[in-house]
């Protein structure tokens, strides 16, 4: 609805209205989708589901950044949008006729007594973590290109290194969920993505190996946070609190997704354009990550 009515706008007042409805709508998928993996998928192989499932957003924002704009060249705006409007109605239909909620879980959650949702000191740690990994992945894909152009990359090339945060979790998310799934650690893989994350973002600032290199492995280090963050939801919250839980996380991403450009951006406001400075800030909150991650009590863990 959102979607049809941003097409036929010709105010800008409506395009924001629809674009709110749209946002509306996304905010309830981004917390349905996952809580729909949990209810599939036990303990023993959410790590692989959610390896796979956490493909979805780079894969979609490399898919949408590159064809968009390339329609963008041949067809105006409104014909691109009606695109999406038929990709989203396919989706739409699938989930209608194919989608299925296991009736196992729906009957004992049924026959269970509920009690009241807590918020708890992991689930507050874990939402902690997912918003510092928001906020520096927003922070590096805004400013990354102009970072990379800094020297003399063209735009394109620029663009691409930028990309490689989102470009390499496509290939190796599933492979993480498996490993996860095959030997029982959690936080212990999370903790590796910080560190590479760290030094990578501290790294990329010097002449210490390529920009190449380096990009690469700030993709590597953040493709752990997704599969790590919604792998150990469930084991800090009750399963009738996992949609709770997802709401937390979600208001956590958007609230790091806020700060993190404008506090990136500001820094760069007052030192002159230094992104030395601005990487390692983003360094240290990486570091940070790794000390809260030391607060998140699972259920069942092997560290």
Same mark, same amino acid.
């Given at each position: ?193 910080? =560190?590479? #994350?760290?030094?990578?973002? $501290? &790294? *990329?600032?010097?002449?210490? !190996? /390529? ?56 820094? =760069?406001? #007052?030192?002159?354009?230094? $992104? &030395? *400075?601005?990487?390692?800030? !983003? /360094? ?20």
């Amino acid at each position: 609805m959102g979607l049809v009515g941003f097409s036929l706008s010709s105010s800008y007042i409506l395009l924001l209205l629809y674009r709110l409805l749209s946002g509306a709508g996304a905010t309830i998928l981004v917390i349905l989708a996952p809580l729909l993996v949990t209810m599939h998928f036990g303990r023993k192989n959410i790590g692989t589901a959610m390896g796979i499932f956490n493909i979805a957003v780079p894969l979609g924002t490399v898919v949408s950044v590159n064809l968009f704009g390339y329609l963008g060249l041949f067809m105006n705006w409104r014909s691109v949008i009606g695109i999406i409007i038929g990709f989203v109605s396919m989706v739409l239909l699938v989930v209608i006729f194919f989608l299925i909620i296991p009736p196992r879980k729906v009957e004992k959650e049924s026959t269970t007594p509920k009690s009241r949702f807590k918020f708890g000191s992991s689930l507050a740690f874990l939402g902690v973590v997912w918003m510092i990994v928001n906020g520096q992945l927003l922070a590096y894909t805004t400013f990354g290109s102009q970072f990379f152009q800094s020297y003399n990359m063209s735009i394109q090339e620029a663009g691409f290194l930028t990309s490689m945060i989102m470009l390499v979790p496509i290939f190796i998310t599933p492979f993480i969920g498996v490993i996860i799934d095959k030997t029982g650690h959690k936080k212990i893989y999370l903790l590796l993505g910080f =560190l590479v #994350m760290a030094v990578a973002l $501290f &790294s *990329i600032v010097t002449t210490w !190996l /390529s920009l190449t290199f380096w990009a690469v492995a700030i993709g590597i280090g953040f493709s752990f946070a997704p599969v790590v963050v919604f792998s150990v939801l469930p084991d800090v919250v009750k399963p009738e609190h996992t949609g709770m839980g997802l709401a937390v996380l979600t208001a956590a991403s958007n609230l790091g997704i806020t700060i993190g450009p404008v506090g990136f951006g500001s820094i =760069l406001d #007052m030192t002159s354009g230094n $992104f &030395s *400075i601005g990487f390692q800030v !983003l /360094s240290m909150f990486s570091v940070l990550g790794i000390f809260i991650l030391f607060g998140i009590k699972q259920n069942t863990e092997r560290l």
